[in-house]
């Protein structure tokens, strides 16, 4: 029962490092960027979703407005930040990349005050019992939402025109830029995609916890960091997998490792130890 | 010649001048010195803690000032963080030459800053960081609040004695906070027939509990112990109830917000903390702090807000006494004090602690209310040492 019940939560946390993860994994795939700031788009998807939840009443609208505004802002942080820095060294655009999540880190308190919010009236909160275990709707949503999201995101990358030029773009830029991409738009669409997945965790997250604070992205931005390197940097697929896995983990580790260890240091204990055996990620090819 | 002289006399004459104006300004201004973190993950707290200070400052300034000085507020952004308290504390006493020192931070933060007040001989209040620590610095720093062992302790006898609980859960956040209010829970617990089945650990960035939820469930215990602050305990406390966990919630004074319930909604209902505010209380102290901080601040005021206002209003009724500057006349006023503000009666032990009964509040119908007062002088003894 226990057992049944930790396997859940860790998948409820899974899901959204998932959500989180992959925008990022798209990023250094394409670009070979570490995008830090993702994390500070995460935190502003959870700001929009509870100030538009709390002006309309409707969760589905304020996750729509998130995720559009969100993914252009996404766009606009890689037309201004990085796309002028990509011909220099990686460490370039991961140290601006850094000083834009603190500042918007410090933006958000600024503009939404120090004291986090909250929704008025949280959706979602009523519980529904499965098998002798309470889930709130909004953990529910939780994992249907991260699986239909990351479910279109497959079948767009798959099954569609856009979606093998993208994947044209990600394998070899050069050549796919002769053969007419425009690799700027793949970029964008990249930015985009990715933005507007990190804004729905943030919605979700603040569902969750019922707060959105400024620093609401500081743990999202190394965990995610380090779930991307468990899936094999760039490899998307990898990606999910090891989020749902370290949520698993994470799981278990807070309940019969606590004592010891803190639910970031598990997760970086494994890091470690999955490195050390196949050190380019759990899914590589030898 | 004589020309010469002239100009030497204005030069002179002016410079005399600068001299008198520069005298009777600082002759006008008496400074208090306070760290806050203002930015960072502690920002919310030390926003509280600053508008208590700003408002016990303006209040003292109206009436009077020190003696007929007036009070000004030197104010330094910690970000809670020892790295940039320490330098902070010596710009405090070096440069602007603070009569007293107030800490609006967290422990770490306080700690560095403490030991750099006590070599430089300029006394520190520390308004609510718990570390045992702290005051251990020297004699010139004081605490206002409780140190967290003797707030566990205050909790152990709320569940044993007054709430009449056997079997405890105890779920604590995992820094110099939580871990000292578990100390003091789990020393004083057997004393009140309290027995503990299990314990769990969480890290300040924590949000999601539900594998401690889960394994809680399956513990069924009586009654939770569980520490932390508002942005942590909220989001904790609905995720317990929302699992069907129907126990009595013991907290402190790191959920004394209006935050907490806010976040908690429904879930809040009947949660119990020990703290050092008491929002129905009819001591004219507290009930004027509280009217004056929602005029000032447009908020009710938490725990941390009365603890900056006490804080300052300590240093200011310890200058008044003391009628000087003087670092050291200061001190002793502030040892020898006793004093009535928003948070109790104050006065320090040998080491600087606080000596003031501990404040039960409980949440009905959505805002904090009084529950009861523990005053057990021999189980609240602050350490000496």
């Known amino acids: 029962m226990l057992f049944f019940e930790l396997t859940v939560q860790g998948l409820v946390q899974g899901s959204i490092y998932a959500l989180i993860a992959v925008g990022l994994t798209l990023v250094y795939g394409l670009l070979r960027v570490l995008h830090v700031a993702h994390a500070g788009l995460f935190t502003l998807g959870g700001y929009i979703g509870v100030i538009v939840t709390n002006a309309t009443g409707s969760l589905l609208l304020a996750t729509l407005t998130a995720m559009v505004t969100v993914g252009f802002l996404g766009i606009i942080i890689y037309r201004l930040c990085y796309h002028p820095i990509l011909d220099k060294p990686p460490f370039v655009a991961l140290i601006a990349s850094i000083g ?3 500042a918007m880190e410090e933006i958000f308190r600024l503009m939404f005050g120090p004291y986090g919010l909250s929704y008025d009236a949280p959706p979602l909160m009523e519980t529904v019992s499965i098998a002798g275990m309470n ?14 999201l990351i479910g279109g ?10 979606g093998a030029a993208w994947r044209a773009t990600v394998t070899d830029p050069e050549m796919a830029g002769s053969f007419g991409i425009d690799i700027i738009r793949v970029r964008y669409l990249n ?15 603040a569902l969750l916890n019922n707060l959105v604070e400024p620093t609401m ?29 370290l ?20 997760a970086f204990a494994f890091l470690i130890l999955v490195l050390m055996v196949r050190p380019r990620g759990m899914f590589a090819k030898a | 010649m ?14 005399l001048a600068g001299n008198l104006i520069s005298a009777a300004a600082s002759a006008e201004t008496v400074k208090i010195g306070i760290n806050v973190p203002m930015t960072g993950f502690a920002a919310a707290d030390g926003m509280s803690a600053l508008t208590g200070a700003k408002l016990a400052v303006k209040q003292a300034n109206s009436a009077g000032g020190i003696n007929g000085d007036k009070i000004e507020l030197i104010i330094y952004d910690d970000q809670a963080s020892p790295k940039e308290s320490a330098p902070i504390a010596a710009k405090m006493t070096t440069q602007d030459k603070v009569s007293v020192g107030i800490s609006g931070s967290y422990s770490g933060a306080t700690r560095a800053a403490a030991s750099v007040f006590q070599s430089n001989g300029t006394p520190y209040i520390s308004a609510f960081a718990v570390h045992p620590g702290i005051t251990q610095a020297g004699d010139y720093v004081f605490r206002t609040s409780f140190v967290g062992i003797v707030q566990g302790r205050a909790g152990a006898k709320l569940v044993g004695k007054t709430l009449g609980k056997k079997n405890a859960v105890v779920i604590t956040l995992k820094n ?25 650990e969480y890290s300040i960035k924590d949000r999601q509990f539900g594998p401690i939820v889960s394994k809680v469930k399956a513990d069924k215990p009586d009654v939770i112990y569980a520490s932390g602050y508002f942005f942590t305990a909220g989001p904790l406390v609905s995720q317990l109830r929302a699992a069907g966990i129907s126990v009595p919630i013991i907290g402190q004074e790191g959920y004394d917000s209006e935050k907490f319930i806010k976040i908690a909604g429904k879930a809040s209902e009947g949660v119990i903390i020990t703290t050092s505010l008491d929002r129905d209380s009819s001591v004219p102290e507290t009930r004027n702090f509280i009217s004056a901080f929602k005029e000032m601040a447009g908020v009710s005021p938490d725990m941390v807000a009365a603890s900056g206002h006490t804080a300052v209003k300590v240093a200011v009724a310890a200058m008044k006494i003391a009628g000087t500057t003087d670092h050291k006349a200061i001190r002793d006023a502030i040892a020898n004090l006793k004093l009535k503000a928003s948070t109790g009666n104050i006065s320090f032990n040998s080491l600087g602690e606080v000596k003031k009964d501990v404040q039960v509040q409980v949440v009905r119908d959505g805002a904090w209310h009084h529950y009861s007062v523990i005053s057990d002088p021999d189980l609240l003894a602050p350490p000496t040492k």
């Open chain 2, 176 to 200: 110099d906070f939580g871990k000292s209010l578990a100390a003091g829970f789990k020393e004083a617990a057997s004393k009140f027939g309290v027995n503990i089945i299990n314990e769990y």
């Open chain 1, 191 to 205: 930015f985009f995609i990715g933005s507007a997945l990190a804004a729905a965790a943030g919605v979700l997250v």
């Open chain 1, 135 to 148: 889930l709130k709707y909004a953990e529910v949503v939780v994992m249907a939402g991260t699986a239909t």
């Open chain 1, 100 to 102: 834009l999540f603190i």
């Open chain 2, 2 to 15: 004589s020309k010469l002289k002239h100009s030497l006399g204005r030069v002179l004459a002016i410079a």
């Open chain 1, 153 to 162: 995101l497959a079948f767009l990358a798959e099954k569609t025109r856009l």
């Open chain 1, 217 to 245: 992205g500081s743990v999202a931005s190394y965990k995610a960091l380090a779930i991307i390197v468990l899936g094999g940097l760039g490899d998307v697929r990898g990606t999910l997998i090891a989020s749902l896995v």
């Open chain 1, 247 to 266: 949520g698993i983990i994470e799981s278990f580790g807070t309940i019969y490792l606590g004592a010891i260890l803190d639910r970031d240091a598990i």
